[in-house]
């Protein structure tokens, strides 16, 4: 064996020892909320980020066999060589319609977009602020990017008035941050962002993966719901979320904007065409968050629902509106226990523990789903409820 191997294993074996090792369940069904793992048998899910229910939807499924009788199964190119078809298109107008932009521009994922666009828009002259709970693939994209770098504490906004001040004489000011913090479930402070942006000049970017299609009254995400819209540039967000939960992502902005990211940013440059299959069901997954209000008003009323009962019981959770809820642990150990103990009772939610979150703050994230009965929620409120005695908070 090479010694690199050993090497590669010793880490392994580290993580393990540190509880970090993550084990894979392995589901027998669609996603939904209901499911079945190959270990745990039937549970209730409650870790999906399947917002709308739309996941393991009929009506997603007919939709993506259309997709596949109408375009057939992929390009085998990426878009600007032969890799775009009328549904592509169709799909960008349509996303920039929703969100109130100019234009759009499809990515493989969320995770490309966010890496796509720093290195193409900033140059060294330039300067980007960031927020420090930013998502990994916004760091990443940072990291590519040869602008100047800070970044503030999370929702800080005396911290990004002096980051503003500081990049006084960059050629461009971009200010980026998650719409949806997500292993707290809280809401950027995009007034306070958007006022800042327009005293030191400086660009918004949100990406507001985990609230488009359904935070805001019309779903329209954090834009929406912190009464900015207009006012943020750059709007990045996933497919595979609420959306329809496959993949793709998007990057929505004014048309230079798109039509720079187009000639240049090498994840769109350089990476496959979404499949046409996925982006025709990714155009009725838009159809029906617009459509079916009902399912932003249950996933509302349910998130209102269990938020309001788990507190009630005694546990400690961040407190906000979005379905993302972080019921605090403290310690890893006691987090962990609880997310065992939880999947013997048949309800699925996972334990984020340092470095994923801070440490001394592990936790269990739930996350609700319009797919949720009252029933369902009950379940995993009585499942909580016994867990309270086991599990000395
Ligand atoms: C999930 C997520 C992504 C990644 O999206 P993919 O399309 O799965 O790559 C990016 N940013 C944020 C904030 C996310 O929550």
């Known amino acids: 064996m090479k010694t690199a191997y050993r090497q590669f294993q010793n880490v392994l074996d580290q993580l393990k020892q540190e509880g970090l090792y993550k084990e894979e369940q392995q589901i027998r069904t669609r996603q939904g909320s209901k499911i079945e793992t190959v270990e745990g048998g039937g549970c209730l899910n409650f870790c999906a980020n ?48 929703f969100f109130g932009m100019e234009d759009a521009i499809l990515y493989s994922s969320c995770f490309d977009a966010n890496g796509g666009i720093f290195e193409c828009l900033l140059k060294d002259d330039c300067a980007v602020i960031s927020d420090e709970l930013n998502h990994a693939s916004i760091i990443d994209g940072v990291r590519l990017c040869k602008a100047k770098k800070y970044r503030y504490k999370n929702n800080n906004m005396e911290e990004l008035e002096k980051c503003l001040q500081e990049a006084q004489d960059a050629r461009i000011r971009l200010i980026v941050t998650d719409g949806v913090f997500s292993m707290d479930g809280i809401l950027a402070d995009l007034q306070g962002i958007c006022r800042l942006a327009d005293q030191y000049d400086a660009l918004v970017m949100v ?50 904007i798109v039509d720079l990211l187009r000639q240049q940013s090498r994840p769109y440059l350089f990476s496959n065409t979404l499949a046409p299959s996925i982006a025709a069901a990714s155009l009725k997954a838009l159809e029906i968050a617009q459509k079916d209000s009902w399912r932003r008003e249950k996933l509302e009323e349910n998130t209102r629902y269990f938020r309001s009962e788990i507190q009630k019981m ?73 867990l309270a005695g086991e599990v000395a908070r």
């Open 50 to 97: 399947n917002y709308l229910g739309l996941a393991g939807s009929e009506e997603l499924v007919e939709a993506a066999k259309e997709g596949l009788d109408r375009w057939g199964y992929g390009l085998s190119s990426v878009r600007f060589i032969c890799g775009t078809q009328e549904v592509h298109k169709q799909l960008e107008k349509s996303l920039a319609a």
């Open 207 to 256: 990406d507001d993966s985990h609230a488009a299609g359904f935070v805001g009254k019309n779903g329209r995400g954090t834009p929406e719901a912190c009464g900015v819209e207009g006012r943020v540039d750059i709007l990045t967000g996933t497919l595979g979320k609420a959306l329809g939960g496959a993949s793709g992502g998007y990057v929505c902005a004014a048309r230079p």
């Open 314 to 386: 005694g546990f400690e959770v961040i407190e906000s509106t979005h379905p993302i809820v972080a019921v605090l642990f403290y310690e890893a150990e006691k987090a962990n226990r609880a997310a065992d103990i939880m999947m013997q009772q048949g309800i699925y939610v996972r334990s984020f523990v340092y470095p994923v979150v801070p440490k001394g703050k592990a936790r269990i994230r739930v996350q609700l789903s319009a797919a949720h009965s009252r029933e369902d929620l009950d379940r995993a409120l009585n499942a909580f409820r016994q």
